[in-house]
């Protein structure tokens, strides 16, 4: 698995996640998601606040100062962390694990906060090739079948993304595969956070119970 056009993929992920969060009402922030290593789930604060870590790769605050930072606050840091990520001097391994990361909890943010996946076409398309086995060079690979240019994402085709990241349930065909391989996709490590029941946390604690 190579980078090639990776780095386009995360700077537009990024900037839609920006766009996405950038002017959310203040109490859109404390929803909770699927993700969160304990028993009570991050909100949408917290989970951008890990986002934002893995991406500057500098320890996120704590959890009682992330619980009382403005949400703008940390859109803006995420802001910050993304445009400063020099693709050159980073290993492919490196931006593919970075662009996972953004949009698949793109997927996590976007289930909390009631809102359809914006994943980006250049994103769809890498995450898509990893998750298949296949090659980030910009055309869908399919066995016995030559490369075919990507297409923009679809309900489909976004759909399949969540599905194969944990993000919905399986379909029969895929749990087929499943059934053979011992795993969906290929590339299982891929997949932070999931909840394999498919359901959104219908509650969660305030921001305070979450301190760990």
């Keep these: 698995m190579d980078g090639v056009g990776v780095p386009a993929a995360l700077r537009a992920e990024s900037a839609r996640l920006y766009d996405m969060l950038s002017g959310l009402p203040e109490a859109e922030w404390d929803r909770p998601t699927r993700c969160g290593p304990w028993a009570v789930p991050w909100s949408v604060r917290e989970l951008v606040a890990h986002v934002t870590e893995v991406l500057g790769e500098a320890p996120a605050p704590p959890p009682a100062q992330i619980a009382v930072t403005r949400g703008q606050v940390l859109a803006d840091g995420f802001d ?18 970075r662009l996972l990361t953004v949009t698949v909890h793109g997927f996590d943010l976007a289930e909390a906060l009631g809102h359809p996946p914006w994943t980006t076409a250049e994103a769809a398309a890498a995450t898509e090739a990893l ?34 990241t944990g993000r919905l349930p399986l379909d029969e065909a895929e749990r087929a595969v499943a059934a053979t391989r011992g795993r969906f996709p290929l590339s299982p490590r891929w997949c ?21």
């Design 131 to 164: 998750l298949e086995g296949g090659r980030l060079t910009g055309v869908r690979r399919t066995r016995g079948v030559p490369p075919q240019p990507v297409r923009l994402p679809d309900p489909e085709r976004t759909a399949y993304l969540r599905r194969a």
């Design 192 to 212: 932070p956070c999931p909840d394999l029941s498919g359901d959104r946390p219908e509650t969660a604690g305030t921001p305070a119970a979450r301190q760990r």
């Design 80 to 97: 910050r962390a993304w445009r400063t990520v020099d693709p050159p001097s980073r290993t492919p391994s490196w931006l593919t694990a």
